[in-house]
């Protein structure tokens, strides 16, 4: 494999590890990935490391020497709460409404590295402060995947409060549209705040869509003056050559249509929307190209083209604003924050020009948080799937398991409904892994949970993996008969594959024993002591009892 360049910029790893060899495959699988590594061989190094550089993510293994991975991790949890207090304080002393708020800094994301997948030492590493875990042995492409969900989840992160950071408190009257991150609300409040601040007629927003049209999305309006909200605009009276300049920032006023240098079609367009002033600030998100982000903002489809533009004519050339943004960005015109004034002529004031830029520049940056925050949801979603699910497979996890049999037998108990367990063994797995290797060995439990999960009969069935080649079907509402044919249909499913197990005693294919507990309900809680531990024990002991009575078979118990 063709290692990636490590760019001086590329994310930081720190890697801890007591043991070398695992710190070294660990350094070249993320090299290759074009990232940067520092290395730690015990948590009081990792601590000393971070004290000097805080990492984009920390991959710490669980036992280690000197001190853990799980204390380790209590520990920096308690270094970032120490560093955010002494920002605190700092802040407290800025009493300037006008100086800008410093975003805390986001907590380093720690991947656990371990051994153990029993349910207590999850627990402990989640309750450490750990943000995901993987275990040994390492599924690359699983570690890949997560590191990179990661790296990305902080980026979005990053991205949002480096520009909460550049943001100044402005007036009261900002402070609303700042600080929403839902679009409706920021664009309402953006057009009815203008309308009441320059005391006009009509104020709106028109949001540029592919396909060479606009539409008005927003209006705030006075009567007796016509409401135009979810007009379409398709009007070649105007030159595309203005896209351009509103994409830099520029503003044009009107102070009387009838006098402005303005073609006819446009006047006529104009008096068509009783018209008789008006003020255009485009509204202008940046796109930088990084990590496939968006650096002031964008939303909307990425193929959104920029239309001919309404209201627009001879256009001034004063100063473009501030919109500054990295050598690889892009302005994009997202839209345009549009004051008619209806009832007579009007001159625009150069303070309620810079007012309503100011406005529109925050509008631009109110809906890149929006976008963020939609983006940065989509991100975390995602990484409480990858969290709950087992990477080879595609079932869920152990985990996700506990969870949710914890939660059907809550119910099962308050309803007073039936619920049955499945644990589900491959026979003789570790023989055919000596046979014909544990790559092929992964394919084989692959389809094996494949057969599992098609054999589902009800939406709240739920298939997981219990651990190394055991598996676990959850049967809410189920009775003993039910749960009995789906075990039944797992081993038809699977002998059905016919994979070659030449080591097994019991069949030339793979094939597997199922332990089946079934808990009646209602009937039976006033003599029954039986909980969610016990359901598992019923169904151990019913797939022990499998396996001693020659495997390949399917054995019920009732609680």
């Given amino acids: 494999m063709i290692n990636t360049p490590i ?36 948590g009081k190094e990792c601590l000393e490391k971070c004290s000097k550089r805080w990492p984009d993510i920390i991959l710490l293994d669980a036992i280690m020497p000197v001190m853990d991975g799980f204390t380790c991790c209590s520990e920096l949890q308690k270094l970032l709460t120490e560093e955010e207090k002494a920002k605190g304080q700092q802040e407290q002393l800025n009493t300037s409404f006008l100086l800008p708020l410093s975003a805390p800094r986001e907590r380093t994301p720690v991947l656990m590295i371990t051994g153990l997948d029993d349910p207590e030492s999850v627990d402990r590493a989640f309750a450490a402060g750990a943000t995901d875990y993987v275990t040994k042995p390492i599924h ?13 989840n902080g980026q979005l992160i990053k991205e949002l409060q480096q520009q909460n950071e550049q943001e100044r408190l402005m007036a009261r009257m900002l402070e609303r549209i700042r600080y929403s991150l839902n679009l409706d609300v920021i664009l309402n409040t953006t057009v009815a705040e203008v309308r009441q601040f320059l005391q006009t ?13 606009g539409v008005m999305v927003v209006e705030s309006v006075v009567f007796p003056w016509i409401s135009v909200l979810g007009t379409t605009i398709e009007n070649y009276c105007f030159s595309e050559q203005y896209a351009e300049l509103y994409k830099h920032g520029r503003i044009h006023t009107i102070e009387d249509i009838y006098t402005a240098d303005i073609s006819e079609c446009h006047k006529d367009f104009l008096a068509q929307l009783q018209v008789r002033a008006s003020m255009i600030v485009p509204i202008v998100i940046r796109e930088q190209r990084n990590w496939g982000t968006l650096e002031m903002g964008r939303l909307g489809d990425a193929e959104n083209e920029t239309s001919p533009l309404p209201l627009a004519s001879n256009l001034p050339q004063p100063s473009a604003p501030s919109l500054k943004g990295s050598p ?88 007073g409904g039936p619920i049955s367990l499945i644990l589900c063994d491959v026979d003789f797995f570790k023989l055919y892994n000596d046979t014909y290797g544990h790559q092929a060995g992964d394919e084989c439990l692959k389809k094996v949970a494949l057969a599992i999960n098609e054999a589902r009969q009800q939406p709240g069935d739920f298939a997981a993996r219990y651990g190394g080649e055991e598996f676990a079907v959850i049967l809410p509402c189920a009775q003993k008969q039910r749960a009995l044919e789906v075990a039944e249909d797992i081993r038809r499913r699977i002998g059905v594959l016919q994979i070659p197990h030449v080591s097994s005693k019991v069949s030339e294919f793979v094939s597997v024993s199922l332990g089946v507990a079934s808990f009646p309900g209602k009937q039976w809680l006033s003599i029954s002591s039986v909980s969610r531990e016990g359901l598992i024990a019923a169904a151990d002991k019913a797939l022990y009892q499998a396996k001693q009575e020659g495997r390949d078979r399917t054995v019920v118990q009732i609680c």
Wanted: proline residues 3%.
């Fill in 328 to 415: 690889t960005s892009e302005p994009k015109l997202w839209g345009l924050l549009i004051a008619h004034h209806c009832s007579q002529s009007r001159r625009w004031q150069p303070a309620e020009i810079r007012f309503v830029e100011r406005l529109a520049a925050q509008g631009a940056i109110a809906i890149q948080q929006s976008q963020l925050y939609q983006r940065l949801e989509a991100a975390n979603a995602e990484l409480q799937r990858l969290a709950s699910m087992d990477g080879l497979t595609g079932l869920a996890n152990r985990r996700q398991f506990d969870e949710y049999l914890e939660y059907e037998w809550l119910r099962s108990l308050r309803n």
């Fill in 7 to 42: 760019e001086k910029d590329s994310p930081l790893i720190l890697v801890v590890d007591d043991e070398k060899s695992m710190r070294v495959l660990l350094r070249r699988a993320m090299e290759k990935q074009g990232y940067q590594v520092i290395e730690a061989s015990d």
């Fill in 201 to 213: 007629d009509r104020v709106l927003i028109y949001r540029f869509y592919p396909e060479k049209k």
């Fill in 140 to 152: 690359w492409a699983v570690l890949r995947q997560r590191v990179r969900r990661l790296l990305q």
